[in-house]
């Protein structure tokens, strides 16, 4: 079914509960392994699309597939990994493609064959990814441009130059918000200490310079960095906008349709493009107190409760002291109301292997159990360094 994931394949999470249930051992270690392989995102055909998406514009330009064609080169696809779950041959994975349009591109596609198309597209992916095993691509759907949509904000233009995978480059932690902070050199410092207050929430902040490893081009590393990136924050200082290189960030994310956040922390007001968007006010001597309203903003904008909570998760997991954990529960307390039973699992396999988490009395005195029981709707409590679920 080309129309949109999930289908007649069981979802692992589903699967996990269903052999639990029966008791078998074997089985239980089984799915477990599958759950975690899931998890990891150790999937190759998600990086591999924006290939494919080239081999079949050559194809389709060379047997006159105008419109298929079009769609490819005009749209920006994203890709949800590992949506559906086959236990044939030892677990076969489905993979759903979204590639968003203009309406001028989509008005193009007669409603009654829109379906087809898509279908048409899937088929086509998947006989370049034959020889991939265990992976395929499942669905195919096609969508409007919408700048609400968190997915669209991080599908990816087409291009003939190889597309980047953020989750592969070092200046970015996988799985958090991507933020370019655009920023004078002067204030790199200032800069930097937001960038670790917002670290707590799950946004990963690229900050020229100290995001830029040893040995590798600056110039060539800061554009992976915008092409990139999901948000550009930008850093407004009095001399914010006398520098070439920021004013070239902003057109860039512009460019790109990408949000812009301004924060303002001295006395002059953003100008140019920047002028009519809503700016944050904050302090240049206190820029990390800003990192609230900063998130706030950026939620605001992904609005989209998997991409906020996956990353809240994933630093609450990480906590490397008492104190993280205890500050990093807070932040998950104040914006999650609802975890599914993946998200669930998850928690109940980091508090286990992280003793920052399990040996933090802290966070139990916070109400970590009545937290979980009330946002995962069963009765979690703590034993033994695990969590317990009921």
């Not at 946002?375 to 703590?382: E, L, P």
């Amino acid at each position: 079914d080309a129309g949109g994931p999930g289908g007649r394949h069981a979802q692992v999470s589903g699967l996990q509960g269903a052999i639990r249930s029966h008791g078998d051992g074997i089985g239980i270690a089984f799915i477990d392994f599958v759950f975690e392989l899931r998890m990891s995102n150790n999937f190759i055909l998600p990086s591999k699309v924006g290939t494919y998406l080239r081999r079949l514009d050559l194809d389709y330009s060379s047997t006159e597939r105008c419109l298929h064609r079009e769609i490819i080169r005009e749209g920006r696809w994203y890709v949800k990994a590992g949506v559906d779950f086959d236990s044939i041959d030892g677990g076969t994975y489905g993979h759903h493609v979204t590639i968003f349009l203009s309406e001028e591109t989509m008005g193009k596609i007669a409603f009654s064959r829109q379906r087809d198309v898509c279908s048409d597209i899937r088929a086509d992916l998947n006989a370049c990814a034959e020889k991939v095993a265990n992976e395929y691509f499942c669905s195919v759907t096609v969508e409007l441009f919408d700048e609400t949509d968190p997915d669209f904000l991080a599908a990816i233009a087409f291009s003939r130059r190889p597309p980047l995978n953020p989750d592969a480059l070092s200046i970015w932690k996988p799985g958090n918000i991507r933020v370019f902070v655009s920023h004078r050199d002067r204030h790199k410092a200032s800069a930097s200490l937001l960038a670790t207050a917002l670290a707590q929430y799950g946004v990963s902040c690229f900050v020229a310079h100290d995001s830029i490893e040893a040995m590798t081009s600056w110039p060539d590393e800061i554009l992976k960095a915008l092409r990139t990136m999901e948000f550009l924050l930008a850093f407004v200082t009095d001399d914010f906008h006398e520098s070439i290189w920021t004013n070239q960030e902003v057109g860039f994310a512009i460019g790109k349709e990408i949000p812009v956040v301004p924060l303002k922390l001295e006395i002059a007001a953003p100008s140019g493009v920047l002028q009519s968007l809503q700016a944050i006010k904050g302090r240049l001597s206190n820029a990390s107190d800003s990192a609230p309203e900063v998130y706030a903003a950026l939620s605001e904008k992904l609005g989209q409760r998997e991409r906020l909570q996956g990353p809240l998760i994933n630093a609450f997991l990480e906590s490397s002291s008492f104190t993280d954990a205890m500050d990093r529960l807070a932040m998950l307390q104040k914006v999650v109301t609802k975890l599914d039973e993946a998200e669930l699992e998850r928690i109940k396999t980091g508090y286990k292997i992280n003793d920052q988490l399990h040996g933090c009395a802290g966070i139990h005195h916070r109400g970590l159990e009545s937290f979980l029981s009330r946002c995962s709707g069963k009765k979690v409590t703590a034993r033994n360094r695990q969590l317990v679920v009921e």
